[in-house]
């Protein structure tokens, strides 16, 4: 059997992924946010329904125990947050089981950022930023579009109000999947995705906001001006159908936070999925008292992908997990 040792991606392409990198730690350096390093290996992992933590056993000093590889560096940059640290960055290895694909890999580049003080608006304008410097050209504007919106106008239904058979008919025949015990959210995430996603950032650069109130994950959230709605305080970012970044107002309340982390693994639970262990040192630190602000993950392989022209995130990545 041959074995290919190769890179899967060229190396002009690498030497370029590291140009753009310190294009990135120069934007952050000048507007006087720190790079930090936090751990890969921690106690608590994300309980996130839809996202599959790895986790491996270790020798400590507690004896033998479980640790999470983070599927980010949140927690422990809030904990940093909670201690004083004020506004930070990381470039961090974050690991997602399962998610090996054109678009993902086990194993990627998360950059993530906070801003204590910093509202959404402050973040968005941030961000928009960020992206701007590493593409090689001008992408277009930037504009804002209302997730209730979006469904109304590509798919002439209200997410907050429609009956869920209705909605899970739609996106059986959308995703030809059985969605006859579907969630309300996983009919959406099913329907944002195939039929709404791919239409994003095409002329420039899309920011949805005003997410369903059950989808606010960290984030906090408050109501619609418009009809009292609650909604996510979060956002997410798209360039030619490709989601870049998600951003929070950040979630601050401990027992609030707490009572989400148990409600994400009763869902787990009711999904057949296995339990994570809660990450007990954030919700002390939340606890302590973490300020008031906002934070944004950014994947750096797809805005890479996307400033050099490529076809998959493999193709910036000096190896991809098929070939690691």
């Given amino acids: 059997m041959t074995i290919d040792w190769r890179p899967t991606a060229e190396i002009a392409t690498l030497r370029e992924r590291a140009r753009l990198m310190a294009e990135v730690r120069a934007f952050f350096a000048e507007r006087e946010v720190w790079e930090v390093e936090t751990p890969v290996l921690g106690h608590g992992g994300s309980t996130d329904v839809h996202l599959a933590s790895l986790c491996c056993e270790a020798v400590t000093p507690a004896g033998r125990e479980r640790l999470w590889l983070q599927t980010s560096p949140e927690f422990h940059m809030k904990r940093l947050l909670a201690a004083g640290s004020g506004p930070i960055f990381q470039i961090a290895r974050s690991f997602r089981d399962g998610e090996v694909g054109g678009r993902h890999n086990l194993e990627f580049s998360m950059l993530e950022w906070y801003r204590p003080g910093l509202d959404l608006d402050g973040l968005i304008a941030e961000t928009d930023a960020l992206i701007r410097r590493v593409l090689p ?17 590509h798919l002439g239904l209200d997410p907050f109000r429609e009956p869920l058979d209705a909605l899970r008919r739609r996106a059986a025949e959308t995703g030809g999947l059985d969605m006859a015990t579907a969630s309300r959210d996983d009919c959406l995430d099913l329907l944002i995705s195939l039929s709404i996603e791919p239409h994003l950032g095409r002329d420039g650069i899309d920011v949805v906001v005003d997410y369903p109130a059950s989808q606010a994950a960290l984030a906090r959230r408050h109501q619609d001006p418009e009809d009292g709605e609650w909604v996510a305080s979060r956002f997410e970012v798209y360039r030619h159908g490709l989601e870049l970044a998600n951003g929070y107002d950040e979630l601050t309340d401990a027992a609030e936070q707490r009572a989400r982390f148990e409600e994400d693994n009763a869902a787990r639970r009711a999904a057949g999925l296995a339990e994570v262990d809660v990450d007990e040192r954030l919700l002390a630190a939340l606890e302590a008292g973490m300020p008031a602000g906002s934070g944004v993950a950014l994947g750096l392989d797809r805005l890479f992908q996307l400033a050099q022209g490529r076809a998959s995130v493999a193709e910036v990545m000096a190896f991809a997990t098929p070939r690691a």
């Fill in 137 to 153: 050209s001008d992408p277009g504007p930037l504009r804002r579009r209302r997730y209730r919106e979006l469904f109304r106008e």
